[in-house]
């Protein structure tokens, strides 16, 4: 597969930052890119914690031959040269990080970055719309509007029993009618229809007889939690197999890859895995294992993709540097999300996890928001 199309059905369509790489890395596949560390800018240098070597990209190749998305992933990443360094996407360095004057520059990076990369997927969801099977939740469209209709209709009810004035009623039916109409248009956003449960709950509270109040607030609750476990998106039957795959096949690669490309030695095959954890955050993992099954074979001189400083500076360019800055990652290394390291033996840096209900041995489609 792609590596465009696993990561974003592994996100489940909410890409990140690095997945960029994927991009990169879909291009190498094709030859058009060559791979080799080099030493890092001087800033990263003079920081005990950053990396001191970087991978950096080179494009070789006619850009015209390339589709529209190609095109623009070159020119973001790389800003118009044919070198992509990593330094460029990354975040301020310790030393930096005491300097408040520059930190506004950082701030205007991380939203330019992530600019890009909204561009980027827009193209690439254009040019593979038939590929790309994540769509909204259907039956959110009907939940929400109708959840919002019930709540309307007894809480008019409960004022009706309670021998309320019908001007009362009447107005109560005004103002929580403009917030069922808001959130029935607005059945997209979750934050309309919980501001109107909200307001559902204290509409309810004069109320006289408590114990009937106390019954409507156990109904609000229990309304938060449906509208919260709703997921925006969903994958279809064949995406969701799919995803299912990728992930059993990113357990596989924590404990080394495939057999087959391991027991040959196939270089070819060997880089593909190796891109394919980068990506899918085993990165690590798969290097330690796949040693142990390939003593003989001489990773660091088959190719610079297998040195383990590219997981370094991926983890620190991506993750690390950016931490505590305002519109910046906070995933570092931690536990992944998806809770599949535990049962391969440690955790790798955790830009892989994504969104949603996936235990570690559970391998459906579904997720939250």
Known sequence: MDPIDMIYLFRKGKLRLADGLAG???????????????PS????????RAPKRLPEFTFKGNRTALNKPDRYLLGWLSH????????????PTKTERRNKATMGKYIKRMRSL????????????????????????????????????????????????????????????????????LAIFR????????????????VAAPILYDPLVDEYLNFVILSFLLVGLLPRGALDQRSAAYRSAIKRYRRKLARGGH??????????????????????GVGERFMRNVSKENPDFTFSEASSLFDNDVDTAIDYVFNRSWKGIPGGTTSGRTPSSDSDSGADGGSSYDYSS???????????????D
């Open 114 to 181: 992530k600019k890009g990369l909204s561009r980027w997927k827009g193209l690439a969801e254009t040019e593979n719309s038939k590929g790309i099977m994540y769509k909204e939740y259907a039956a959110r469209k009907v939940i929400i509007p109708a959840l919002a209709l019930i709540h309307l209709v007894l809480l008019i009810y409960l004022y009706i029993a309670d021998v309320t004035p019908w001007g009362w009623v009447g107005v109560l039916a005004i103002v929580l009618g403009g917030g069922l109409i």
């Open 24 to 38: 990169v890395f879909s291009l190498r596949r094709k030859g058009m890119v060559s791979l080799s560390l080099v």
């Open 187 to 202: 059945w997209r956003l979750k934050r309309y229809i919980i501001v109107f449960l909200v307001v559902c709950f204290f």
């Open 259 to 280: 057999d087959v490309g391991r027991a040959n030695n196939d270089r070819k095959m060997l880089e593909k895995m190796r891109e394919d954890a980068l990506l899918l």
């Open 354 to 368: 994504d969104s949603g209900n996936d235990g570690g041995s559970g391998d459906g489609g579904g997720g939250g």
């Open 80 to 91: 118009g040269t044919t070198v992509l360094n990593l330094d460029k996407f990354s975040g």
């Open 41 to 48: 800018a001087m800033r990263f240098q003079e920081d005990s």
